[in-house]
């Protein structure tokens, strides 16, 4: 297998450092729009970076890509960018013949009248039309293998073929205790990521009903994280496990809930309530005379780099999926869970926690593609696979996961 | 009396306004930065314009405000501006020889090491320091002469001098029920000052300490306001009162809190907590390159101009004294008041009610000083003239002041 990775940012960058101790592959291409980024991700390898090469790339430039897919004779594409680069790079991927792979969905768009009840294009929509061609092409697309969506999904077909006969719900809940040192308030991810999947409608799913949209931070819940995280505030946000789970397991309802927390819910909805979270250029005075910026640009400029926080960050964050059903004629409720101690990822890998748990789970779906464990084609969720080789290669990574009975 | 008003926004133009009914004066120059907004305000006035005349003027440009005096011949220099150019118009004023009237005094900084314990440079300190040069020539500087300080600064000696034999507490409380149709968050008044204000250090003076600062936020308390405006929650907040009232009335205690309510606190918190109350710019990306903003200007450029909401609020917004004592051996407590209802100073004047209550008094001052009702030399308070003339002129002027025993 040989891999170009596209984007060296703080997920990329882990990708690098997890992949490297791994044999699976032949070659990886560590490809960034900032040349810079790319070689320091290599260098850090040092000794064990003999197989990564660093490139510049611009994701947006489909010919770029393939070019690049070309010359490195890749036969995977790995996407490590913001959701905005997922088509180009999708789309450069199916012209290459290369199996793509990629940790978030294309973007939804709100329904134009009512946006609060009714699902405009979801997330995934564009990725998803797309899929007779790569069926046609007996080429594979495995979209959304981060951890959520990702792992997420793994949990709920896991939990679907091994725990229950019948399921009511199943419910994405993330949560963590991290804290930051020095800072008041310090997301330990994207700001512009979080606005965008905190305030865009959330999405939930019921059988009889289809997909349809809420208000923002709704049904909210106090949900008790494992390994000494506790209660957390959780609420409905968009995200794609909605999306994903219902295509190929068979649930009542399935939601995803994010532990914001009271305070940074309602950070969130003050920034909204200012427009403050508008990406819509506004005109300032500026020494030089009015200048034109986007208020969110402005909110993520006022806050420190998610991915340079590490160091002085402590505590765990978790992802996981509720499930809610019943087996041999009883009700049960299960949490199967994945927990990282930032400090032990800070030790063995250099990486925040949140940023190594996004990144641990497309490389081991890449060594379980490179091994054939893993195999298909069209445009497929994680879900999709079986969920036993997947969870049991995790625990091999050293990041075992976990089954609370509720 | 011939007056140089600096300074056509919402106060200036109010001021205007309520001036050309009233025959004290010989001749008002309205200058601002900005010619078209002082030819508005007058163009506005019609037929009740003769005296007024529009300027354009720089009010950081010392000799060019000196200039505009000596050429209209003003003996006066009405200051309507923000508090950053308090001082370069108070020194213009003084170089002059005219007679200085502002609503707002020079700034604080805080104190380097004990922000939150003791004051650093305080509000007025820097006016204060020159109150003998003032003195010394027989001129007069009027300063703190709005509603708040101002109008609350002269309740609070009308309450020494009529009401009270020994006074423990003097607290100025200001609140409103004031909301802006179309618009969930619209502050009646500008984010900028109210940012200034909210996020300094409170000051608080105390006879046997003198005057200390606390956090922000501090002491709050549910005020329940007169009127049909009802309860509000109320903080401690920086404002010119406490240094005020002190240097001309007894009193053993001496705050300022502010009817914020707690929506507007909770978003002031978190402007502060994500550092969008900053006023020292940041790089952000923009679409020719990155550009550098004050992220406290990005927020006012994302909220509507309060000076045009005018039409479309409602409610009453009032300033007021709060004074607890002994008079006649017994316990006392009143609250000295002034409603102003946004529906009748729309009709009346055409000007919301917030900046029509802040402009009525510069006004009613100038009026005592032009009879000579109310005369003085060096740098004096409002506090430091007899109360009872100007409570009376502003019942006069159709607005009159409330009484309430508590």
Known sequence: MRVLLVGAGGVGTAVTRIAARRPFFEHMVVADHDPARAEAAVTALGADGARFRAERVDAADEDGVGALLERHRCDVLLNATDPRFVMPLFRAARDAGATYVDMAMSLSRPHA?????????????????????????????LVGMGVEPGLSDV????????????????GV????????DGHDFAPS???????EECLNPPVVYEADRGWFTTAPFSEPEVFDFPE????VECVNVEHEEVLLVPRWVDARRVTFKYGLGREFIDTLRTLHLLGLDRTEPVTVPGPGGPVRVSPRDVVAACLPDPAALGERMHGKTCAGTWVRGVKDGAPREVYLY???????????YGCQAVVWQTAVNPVVALELLATGAWSGTGVLGPEAFPAGPFLDLLTAYGSPWGLREQ
């Not at 009714?118 to 080429?139: R, S």
């Not at 994945?338 to 063995?348: G, I, L, P």
């Open 173 to 180: 809940r993330d949560g963590a205790n991290l804290t930051v």
């Open 113 to 141: 009248e009512r946006p609060y009840e009714e699902c405009g294009v979801k997330l995934g929509d564009e990725q998803f039309a797309q899929a007779g061609a790569w069926e046609k092409a007996g080429a594979l697309a």
């Open 189 to 195: 991810f994207s700001i512009w990521t979080t606005i």
């Open 338 to 348: 994945h927990v990282v101690d930032n400090q032990w990822s800070m030790t063995e």
């Open 155 to 170: 949990f709920a077909r896991y939990a679907a073929d091994e725990l229950f006969d019948v399921i009511e719900e199943i």
């Open 228 to 231: 000494g995280i506790g209660p």
